[in-house]
C-alpha cells in the first residue's frame, strides 16, 4: 500500500474514518504503536490543531496529546482564552513510533517522510470534513507536512499562512520544546512567545484582521 489514500471513501463521516483508521496498515508503525490515535473533538471545531505523532501515553489511551504536551497546550487555550470545546486535535502521523525503551518509558522517535506520506491523508480527510475557520500547526513535522518542505517554523511562527483548501493557518513551535527549555527563563520565554503565536489564532477566530 503507497498510502492511506486507498483506505478513504469519499463520502465517509468523520466518525466513520475513525473506524476505518483503527485498522490502518499504511506504513510500518502500526507494527510499533499499540493502536491508531485518531484525531479527537468535535466534528464542527472551529479550530484544528495538528500535532507530529502520538507519544508514549497517548499510544496507551488511544487519545492525542493526554501527556505533559497537551497539558502545555491546554495552558497556552486558557492563556489566549480558546475555547476548548471548538477544538478538534489530531497528529500528522497517526501511530507511535519508538524503538529505546528508558526505564518504563518509551523513547519517541520522529517520524520519516515516507511515514509522513503514508498517513498524510487521514489528516486531509479530517481538515476536510471538520471544515476548521483556523489551523494550528504545532512543530516543524506538522509546519512540513502542510506547508511543503520549504517551511521553516522560526521565521513563520505567528503568521497567518494559507493552509490545506486555503484555510487561514497558523504555526508555532511543538509545545513539548517548551517543556524541554534549560532554564525557568527560558521555559518562561519560550511560554509567552507560544502564548502569543496562540492568541494570532484567537484574533482570527474572533474575525479580526490579522496582518
Ligand atoms: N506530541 C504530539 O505531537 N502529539 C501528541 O498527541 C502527543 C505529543
Redesign the pocket.
Given at each position: 500500500m503507497e498510502t492511506a489514500e486507498v483506505l478513504i471513501p469519499e463520502d465517509a463521516s468523520l466518525t466513520e474514518l475513525r473506524g476505518i483508521a483503527a485498522g490502518c496498515t499504511a506504513c510500518d508503525l502500526h507494527e510499533t504503536g499499540t493502536q491508531t490515535?485518531f484525531g479527537e473533538g468535535p466534528a464542527d471545531a472551529r479550530l484544528v490543531v495538528v500535532?507530529?505523532?502520538?507519544?508514549d501515553?497517548?499510544d496507551q489511551t488511544g487519545?492525542?496529546?493526554?501527556?505533559p504536551?497537551?497539558a502545555e497546550l491546554d495552558r497556552g487555550f486558557e492563556a489566549a482564552g480558546i475555547d476548548r470545546s471548538l477544538v478538534y486535535?489530531t497528529?500528522?502521523v497517526k501511530h507511535f513510533k519508538w524503538s529505546e525503551r528508558r526505564g518504563k518509558r518509551r523513547i519517541?522517535e520522529k517520524p520519516n517522510s515516507i511515514e509522513i506520506r503514508s498517513c498524510l491523508p487521514w489528516l486531509h480527510a479530517e481538515v476536510a470534513r471538520v471544515e476548521p475557520d483556523v489551523v494550528l500547526l504545532?512543530?516543524a513535522?506538522?509546519g512540513k507536512a502542510l506547508l511543503g518542505s520549504g517551511f521553516r517554523v522560526t521565521k513563520q511562527r505567528g503568521e497567518v499562512l494559507e493552509g490545506p483548501d486555503g484555510r487561514p493557518t497558523v504555526a508555532t513551535v511543538?509545545?513539548?520544546s517548551i517543556l524541554r527549555s534549560r532554564s525557568d527563563d527560558q521555559r518562561a520565554e519560550a511560554r509567552a512567545a507560544f502564548q502569543a503565536d496562540l492568541a494570532v489564532v484567537a484574533a482570527v477566530l474572533a474575525g479580526e484582521e490579522v496582518a
Open positions: 490515535v500535532g507530529e505523532q502520538p507519544g501515553l497517548e487519545e492525542p496529546f493526554v501527556g504536551a497537551g486535535v497528529n500528522t519517541h504545532l512543530g513535522t506538522a511543538h509545545p513539548s
